[in-house]
């Protein structure tokens, strides 16, 4: 899934960039890139420190956990214009930026942006990938009638987090309504293409008390057990337990684990076809600023598939809904303060993260 979504993000860009012989404006490869930055950079650092263990078994025996150091290594190229209250305080892009205002749904100018973005990391010992990509346009022309065509916006966004667990393809097209030059509203369609969350491998093997049959589900996995002579085996013959409480404690949570990535995997993504309304606000003067956006999917079409996410939602509609928020004011020449973050809610999935602080310049 990941190489069809950078392709078809690198197709549409490509596409943007293409001469149009029916357009009177043709727009080539080094006006597309003109202002875009391709940075790649390495972080790493150390680790959770090292933890010894003690155990008693006849004798006094200690064993050390190492956790190795956690690094980033993050490859990009970025088109994104900076907001008014945006300073690029670094000469060079390192990797580690975390832009809120990439989350917004409208640009803070006219035209194509865009971002393409992998990350590997390594932290507290996990190792996982994430990736962002977007290609975002913004149209604000204008013109005499109350419902121009004009205005709108598209966004196609391909969005990978290991941490929060969530990965899926979006694009939205919409038409936004001005008020004034600062506040608008919009609404459109979103198509999402992603797994089909709210799957859960492991109902079938359930009681109604909401216990597991997992040692059958084991067994069916290739896993063998011999009471007697207290030898649990995987699927390989090798001798994984030679106890019950190793069994239950240690082995099968991780059957259980490999179990129910293997029934996901083997699963075709979905499409979620939805309704999206939303708004954008942006006020920037040099002592004042307020960034805010937000997107509500009321409606969600169902196409009654084995795995829509109706069917695990009792056959009801649900909302799915993000934004966004960065503040500040600097109060007097001394004293400033903050508040930035995004919100996720898809699929009854969750994902955000915020930051605030306040500063005191003391002299």
């Known amino acids: 899934m990941v190489k069809r979504i950078i392709i078809l993000l690198m197709v549409v860009l490509t596409a943007c960039s293409a001469p149009k012989s029916c357009c009177a404006q043709e727009l080539d490869v080094k006006k597309l890139l003109k202002f875009s930055t391709f940075y790649a950079a390495i972080n790493g650092g150390t680790s959770l420190s090292d933890v010894k263990v003690f155990s008693v078994d006849n004798k006094l025996s200690t064993t050390t956990i190492s956790t190795p150091y956690d690094y980033n290594f993050t490859v990009g190229l970025r088109k994104i214009a900076r907001f008014g209250y945006e300073n690029k305080a670094q000469t060079f892009y390192d990797g580690t930026e975390a832009n809120y205002s990439d989350a917004a749904t409208v640009g803070k100018v006219r035209g194509l942006e865009y971002l393409f973005e992998v990350d590997y990391k390594r932290q507290e010992g996990v190792d996982y990938m994430d990736q962002h990509h977007f290609i975002r346009w913004s149209s604000d022309d ?50 999402r293409l992603a797994e089909p969350y709210g799957y859960d491998p492991l109902e079938e093997w359930s009681f109604d008390n909401d216990r ?76 004042f600023w307020l960034h805010s956006w937000g997107n509500l999917m009321p409606y969600h079409y169902n196409d009654g598939g084995q795995y829509s996410f109706h069917n695990f939602n009792d056959g009801e509609q649900w909302y799915d809904y993000s934004g966004g928020l960065i503040f500040g004011l600097k109060a007097t020449k001394h004293l400033g303060c903050f508040i930035e973050g995004k919100y996720n809610k898809y699929w009854n999935k969750e994902w955000y993260d915020f930051k605030l602080g306040i500063n005191y310049v003391i002299f």
């Open 142 to 191: 204008g013109c005499d009638e109350d419902v121009c065509i004009n205005f709108f916006a598209l966004k196609f966004e391909y969005l990978q987090d290991g941490f929060a667990d969530v990965e899926y393809f979006e694009a939205s097209e919409r038409y936004r309504y001005k008020v004034g030059k600062k506040l608008s509203f919009n609404i459109g369609a979103v198509q």
């Open 212 to 287: 597991i049959h997992y040692t059958c589900l084991a067994i069916e996995e290739g896993y063998t057990i011999d009471v007697y002579e207290s030898e649990y085996r995987a699927p390989d013959g090798a001798i994984v337990a030679t106890s019950a409480e190793v069994w239950n404690e240690v082995v099968m949570p991780k059957v259980l684990s490999d179990y129910v990535e293997e029934k996901r995997n083997e699963l075709a993504n979905q499409w979620q076809h939805s309704l999206v309304i939303g708004f954008d606000f942006y006020h920037y003067k040099k002592n």
